[in-house]
């Protein structure tokens, strides 16, 4: 091997003027020897020079280290560092993993000079997380050194958090405009993030329930459902242009409302949304139902029952209250729609190039419209169930029997148990 140059003018593994030498013992293995000088590994490594102080290089020369073959390497390149000056050891490192090597070899020899500066240099570059896991054992072992190591590591103020989460918020709901198409990869990465940052925590509650975070949130939605209007109001002249290129715009806008969704619902913002999907839908049905669409944009037209799907779900098992005049129109506008789509779904289920959707979507629909129809005075009851089986024959979606059953009980025992609960009331006011 190359000898070393040092400042002072040894030379490392040079017999000529080494009066020491250092062995590396294997278990089954020939020991490896190098010459040293004990003026060198005294000055560098408080390991050698406690050694050195109670040995005699005179009558036992040779310093033995037991060394596990598979760091063997970085404990040669830790003895061929002490002959370097201060400023070059640094320059010597090629790799993040040779660097964790060394410093593992000369923190455990006690070689300060060293293990600064692989300190320096593992904290200057990156790490991948196989190397992250390396670093953070050896951090361990370090003391006060491991401070600027771990740096990077230590868990961001609230404040950091918060910055964070609602410039991603910003980017993954396109607020900045304009915004380049070539940058969708970069905000459906942005998209991902947030939804690993509010995985439930302690942390994650306190920014999302930041008054800043929902305002943003808030507003995020806005855009991503103005995107949608305007997408909306150009789909005639781009659909005759290019249908494919039209329906995929609004695909779009709609995935990311989708994806909007399902963060409400983890931040418990969804009383926001079902108001902003309802303000939106009559539009959205408007367009959508167009004679000039009625045997296109199937993409589309199930996503947006997918969407609505996570609305009647959040209004159906009552984390989303709303007066009973907005739950009606909710099932009425809605309720058509999703029967007639899911009807030509069914007879084109067989078709391979037609929109398949998942039956168990279907099936929590249609439990959560049952939900809300039972919850609704008995007269708007009434309208649905009316129309429900006006249509039964042409649409078996959704099943509303449970409802009507329950109806039909309430109707004809509503009488007799009303007046049987007020005979004891103190309200004479109340009328049947």
Known sequence: MDPVKLVE???????????????????DEQPEWFSCHSSVLSQNSKYFADWLGQNDVRSNNCIELECPRVDYDHYVKM?????????????????????????????????????????????AASWDEKEEEEILEVARTLGSEAVSL??????????????????????????????????????????EQIDFMIHEDDDTALVTTDEDVKSVVQEGLRKLLCALRT?????????????????????????????????????????????????????????????????GLWAVKAKLIEVT??????????????????????????????????HFLDENSKN??????????????????????????????????????KQAEQFKYPDLTEAFEVWCYRSKTAKRRLVGGLNGASNPTVSL
């Open 9 to 27: 003018g040894y030379k490392f593994d040079d017999h000529t003027t080494s009066d020491v030498r250092v062995c590396f013992k294997f278990i």
């Open 79 to 123: 003895l061929k560092l002490m002959y370097l000056p201060r400023e070059s050891v640094i320059d010597s490192f090629d790799s993040v993993k040779s660097a964790v090597g060394v410093l593992r070899a000369s923190n455990s020899l006690g070689c300060e000079l060293v293990t600064k500066s692989c300190v320096e240099y593992i904290e």
């Open 150 to 191: 771990l740096a990077r590591l230590q868990a961001p103020s609230a404040d950091a958090v918060k910055n964070v989460f609602i410039s991603a918020i910003r980017f993954a709901t396109c607020m900045e405009s304009p915004f380049p198409p070539f940058l969708g990869d970069l905000k459906t990465s942005a998209q």
């Open 231 to 295: 997408r909306l109001d150009l789909l005639s002249t781009e659909f005759e242009q290019s249908p494919d290129q039209a329906e995929q715009r609004i695909l779009c806008s709609l995935a990311d409302i989708d994806w909007i969704a399902n963060l409400f619902a983890k931040i418990e913002m969804m009383h926001d949304f079902v108001s902003c999907w309802s303000e939106i839908s009559d539009h959205i049905l408007s367009v959508v139902q167009d004679k000039k669409y009625i045997s």
């Open 309 to 342: 799907g996570k609305a009647l779900d959040a209004v159906g098992y009552g984390s989303v209250v709303l007066p009973s005049s907005s739950r009606v129109h909710i099932l009425k506008t809605w309720l058509p729609y999703i029967q007639m789509t899911k």
């Open 352 to 389: 391979e190039t037609s929109v398949q959707m998942d039956s168990d979507l279907f099936q929590n629909i249609e439990s959560a419209i049952v939900s809300m129809v039972l919850a609704l005075p008995s007269d708007d009851q009434a309208d649905i169930l009316s129309e429900w089986m």
